[in-house]
């Protein structure tokens, strides 16, 4: 099968064309306010007082945004991140976007009459930019060129019955095709490591599945708690799931049945296609950014909800470059929220479709989202911050 | 009046997922490889929550997917709800770690 998509010069495909404006801040958004068909994101931390991984991981991040397929072109200014760290320096986060082929702009107040001057020099190059990018025409391209991440939330007992087989299908269907999916969230496969490790790659993939486990399983028994006032939340108690293995057991299925061809760090870009697993963190604020750092050109968030109540309209987690899906298999969630549910899987559960007959509607939706159509949070113009995933202390 | 149903996830699962609004005493079909297992719930069991195919001894191994999803942290009677009431989970308890070194 196929989507119509946006060749880059490094032979990505875009599922979006956006002239992208990093690193956030005032500049950014005051370019972004003014120009149609420009992105941004709020962030939470700059990189002061951060350790050279956590400045490292920023700077990746921030690359990987620039590089991801959904970007046409990029204007990088020098006005609000860094601190001077080598590591984030607007010169270097440039450079390295700019080997993917793409034109990338830097934007320096310092040589522009100080911010205001370069605010106004952005929203020139950025309107100049975006209609260079309007000219660009989606072509068909084949499934290999898709690039997907997925966080399953809200979870309770429709996730792993329904909602997750239903991606698993999806992820199974693009892997073979030749395309590339990403999956995560290490505390959630804690009970079920043992399971994706018989599915490695090789014995070093699976070994570096178990210690990505094993380290997180003894920094959770460092706290002195017990993970279960922690870990289901407790909206996934509420929702019927009983212990942290049983959630990580159901949230295992969203990644199909294909062999981990890897364990990458946040935001890191998959060395080749096929399905990987990435060592991050559940949180929507942060894994969702990371995903389409590393390249995502689709993501999906698998909603259960069973613990949820009063929330019909919901938003999109931040994705700053990428279409993002709510998918759910919890009827009263699909009830609830019907104007901003893309996929419901339900179906399964009452009966009246199989979990592949469920999958292949999904996938037929992702084309089609793929190829243009609007997700339903992508007609909400609102995003929240993101909290890039940083592990280190602080000083 | 048509029996209540639940999903069972692996032939070995000890537990099966309610997928109605169970009452106590309600007959539970739970469709397992061609055939159906039917037994009586002895409390409500909401959707989503699961409920005990088998008595299941204080200790003993709950099995879900076919997999462990915790230990009966007390004695199970066929055709209770299963939770964290009398289900304890068994990884990342730092509760439990905290005991043994102090």
């Known amino acids: 099968m196929s989507f ?7 032979g990505s495909v875009g599922t979006r064309n956006y002239v992208l404006v990093i690193p956030p801040g005032f500049v950014a958004k005051s370019i972004c306010d003014l120009v149609v068909g420009t992105k941004t994101f709020h962030g939470v931390d700059h990189g002061a007082g951060r350790t050279a991984n956590d400045r ?10 620039g590089r991801n397929p959904n970007v046409a072109s990029v204007i990088v200014h020098t006005a609000s991140l860094g601190s001077d760290y080598p590591e984030l320096r607007a010169e270097r986060i440039a450079e390295e976007i700019r080997r993917s082929g793409k034109r990338v702009e830097i934007l320096d107040p310092s040589k522009e009459g100080g911010t205001y001057g370069a605010i106004a020099k952005g929203i020139e190059l950025a309107r100049l930019m975006v209609h260079e990018a309007s000219k660009m025409r989606r072509q068909s391209v084949g499934d290999e060129h898709l690039t997907l991440g997925v966080k399953c939330g809200s979870s309770d007992t429709t996730s792993g019955i329904a909602g997750n087989p239903a991606v698993g299908y999806l992820y199974d269907k693009v892997v073979a095709a030749g395309g590339t999916a990403m999956f995560g969230e290490t505390t959630e496969i804690i009970g079920a490591e043992h399971l994706l490790a018989r599915r490695a790659a090789s014995p070093e993939v699976a070994k570096a599945l178990l210690d990505a ?17 922690v870990n289901p939340l407790p909206s996934n108690i509420k929702g019927g799931i009983s212990s942290l293995e049983e959630k990580s057991l159901g949230a295992i299925h969203k990644a199909g049945s294909a062999p981990v061809q890897g364990v990458l760090k ?32 689709l993501v999906l968030f698998q909603l259960g909800g069973g613990g949820i109540s009063g929330r ?9 470059v990428t279409p993002f899906l709510w998918c759910t298999a919890n ?32 996938y037929r939706s992702v084309l089609d989202i793929a190829s243009g159509t609007l997700s339903r949070s992508e007609t909400l113009n609102y995003a929240e911050p993101v909290e890039i995933y940083l592990q280190e202390p602080r000083f | ?36 297992i039917t037994l009586e719930a002895i409390e409500p069991i909401s959707f989503g929550f699961k409920i005990a195919l088998a008595d299941i001894s ?13 230990t009966a942290s007390r004695p199970i009677a066929k055709g209770e709800m299963v939770h964290i009431h009398n289900l304890d989970g068994t990884r990342a308890r730092g509760d439990l770690a905290k005991g043994r070194t102090s």
């Not at chain 1, 119509?4 to 490094?10: C, K």
């Not at chain 2, 032939?11 to 099966?16: E, F, G, K, L, Q």
């Open chain 1, 4 to 10: 119509q998509g946006y060749v880059r010069p490094d």
């Open chain 2, 1 to 36: 009046m048509a029996a209540k149903r639940a999903l069972i996830m692996h032939p070995s699962d000890n537990v099966a997922t309610s997928v109605d609004a169970i009452q106590r005493g309600d007959a539970v079909a739970v469709p397992c490889q061609g055939t159906t």
């Open chain 1, 56 to 65: 490292e991981t920023i700077a990746r991040t921030l690359i990987g945004l």
């Open chain 1, 266 to 297: 946040y935001s890191e870009r998959p060395p080749g296609k096929g399905l990987y697993f990435v060592d991050n963190w559940m949180g929507h604020l942060s894994i969702f950014a990371g995903y389409v750092a590393a390249g995502a050109n």
């Open chain 2, 58 to 70: 204080a200790g003993a191994l709950i099995r879900k997917y076919g997999e462990t999803i915790g």
């Open chain 1, 331 to 362: 009827y009263k969630t699909h009830e609830a929220a019907r104007d901003s549910i893309d996929f419901y899987s339900g179906t399964v559960i009452d009966g009246s479709e199989t979990p592949d007959e469920a999958g292949e509607r999904l």
């Open chain 1, 213 to 229: 486990v094993h380290l997180q399983e003894e920094k959770a028994k460092a706290t002195g708690l017990d993970i279960r006032t």
């Open chain 1, 312 to 320: 019909t309209t919901l938003e999109s987690s931040p994705t700053v």
